[in-house]
């Protein structure tokens, strides 16, 4: 069965938002999802929109997604792709549609001389880990990532 990448268009929101509840619910978050469809369009293809999008198709079908953006490396002195999200269907899963589309996002971080494809992954989330490892990827466990949102973002920016 065939695998198909192409370039998320603004007529994906939908689905690509489909996806991300998918993605929220297995990773047990559903309640921190609050995008819409709008927001997706505008924060995926929208002018200077600085994440891009791509469907993963078999025989035509949506079956899962990734979104990505690039960041730099001051010790490389390059950019570098940052995968925020890779999802496919669980019923596609195990078939080469997740290492396909790890594939093309490693094509595009080569294509764009990046010095590194970098992405995370919940602690818990075992099969990610082995599929990832068995790809060659290493975890970065001395690395603690960090966010503020929300109120407390606001309130820092606000000197309180």
């Avoid at 991300?20 to 997706?40: F, G, M, N, P, Q």
């Avoid at 001051?74 to 596609?92: A, F, M, R, V």
């Avoid at 996002?105 to 992405?119: H, P, Q, S, T, V």
Wanted: proline share 4%; aromatic share 12%; glycine share 8%.
């Amino acid at each position: 069965m065939s695998i198909q990448i192409r370039p998320a268009q603004p007529s994906d929101a939908p689905q690509i938002l489909a996806f991300i509840t998918e993605l929220a619910d297995y990773e047990k978050a559903r309640h921190e999802v609050i995008a819409s469809v709008t927001d997706i369009q505008r924060s995926l293809f929208s002018e200077g929109s600085t994440a891009h999008g791509l469907i993963c198709l078999r025989e035509g079908v949506p079956i899962g997604y990734a979104v990505f953006f690039f960041s730099y490396s001051t010790w490389l002195g390059s950019n570098c792709l940052y995968l925020e999200d890779l999802y496919i269907t669980p019923d596609q899963r195990g078939g080469g549609a997740g290492k396909t589309l790890l594939r093309h996002l490693a094509k595009i971080a080569c294509d764009n001389d990046c010095g590194r494809f970098e992405w995370s992954v919940l602690d818990w989330n075992t099969p990610a880990i082995e599929f990832y490892k068995s790809l060659g990827a290493q975890p970065q466990e001395e690395w603690v990532r960090y966010r503020m949102d929300g109120k407390v973002l606001r309130d820092f920016a606000q000197g309180n």
